[in-house]
Nanobody, 113 residues
């Protein structure tokens, strides 16, 4: 199983980034996919998830600013992040939550204030 996240970088507050995560070795279309993040000084936290039927759920802290989506033909899950805030800085991890329960290496997002 491999989950490869990309798209992180440095952005000014108020800006946008789009993260991508390509999965292999799993039945992608059957999995709930999601994003977590590890922010400085905090434990790893849930960000968003999307079911096989594209039902989405978000943490309150990102609701209205982030959008998770998936392309089953490309085995890819995305996280569109708009109106970024300094506190969104961290390492973002994508995962196949259920049934695979597998997380990939993260991608760094840095938001400058």
């Amino acid at each position: 199983v491999q989950l490869q996240a990309s798209g992180g970088g440095l952005v000014e507050a108020g800006g946008s980034l789009r993260l991508s995560c390509v999965a292999s070795g799993i039945m992608f279309s059957s999995n709930i996919m999601g994003w977590h993040r590890q922010t400085p000084g905090k434990t790893r936290e849930y960000v968003a998830s999307i079911t096989s039927g594209s039902i989405t759920t978000y943490a309150d802290s990102v609701k209205g600013r982030f959008t998770i989506s998936r392309d089953n033909a490309k085995n890819t899950v995305y996280l569109q992040m708009n109106s970024l805030k300094f506190e969104d800085t961290g390492v973002y991890y994508c995962g196949a939550i259920d049934p695979a329960n597998w997380w990939g290496q993260g991608t760094q997002v840095t938001v400058s204030s």
